[in-house]
Nanobody, 124 residues
Framework: QVQLVESGGGLVQAGGSLRLSCAAS????????MGWFRQAPGKEREFVAA????????YNTDSLKGRFTVSRANAVNTGYLQMNSLKPEDTAVYYC?????????????????WGQGTQVTVSS
């Protein structure tokens, strides 16, 4: 069982930045893949970014790749999502998730453990 604790969400003005953190329990974090998803009100959960155990990354779209950066610090069992140039349409609950086979999957169904979510609100 892996527990994930997210932090770093909040209210920010358009153009601002936030860094989300996702701390994982257990000793095998370095072998896991980690993904970030978001869900806006009235919308389905969507893939944002992911990082494999190798450090390889993937992003939903080119526009997110230019503004968001996914990373990990295996020494402290923590993954990060750095979000810059935030826009009102980035407003959502953001979730981190662990994929125990180490892949950076875009598919939510392939993730095994999920964080509780953290609210990100971007005002115009």
């Amino acid at each position: 069982q892996v527990q994930l604790v997210e932090s770093g969400g909040g209210l920010v003005q358009a153009g601002g930045s936030l860094r989300l953190s996702c701390a994982a329990s257990g000793r095998a974090f370095s072998s896991y893949g980690m993904g970030w998803f978001r869900q806006a009100p009235g919308k389905e959960r969507e893939f944002v970014a992911a990082i494999a155990w190798t450090g390889g990354t993937t992003y939903n779209t080119d526009s997110l790749k230019g503004r968001f950066t996914v990373s990990r610090a295996n020494a402290v069992n923590t993954g990060y999502l750095q979000m810059n140039s935030l826009k009102p349409e980035d407003t959502a609950v953001y979730y981190c998730a662990i994929e125990v086979q180490g892949r950076a999957s875009r598919l939510s169904r392939e993730y095994d453990y999920w964080g509780q979510g953290t609210q990100v609100t971007v005002s115009s």
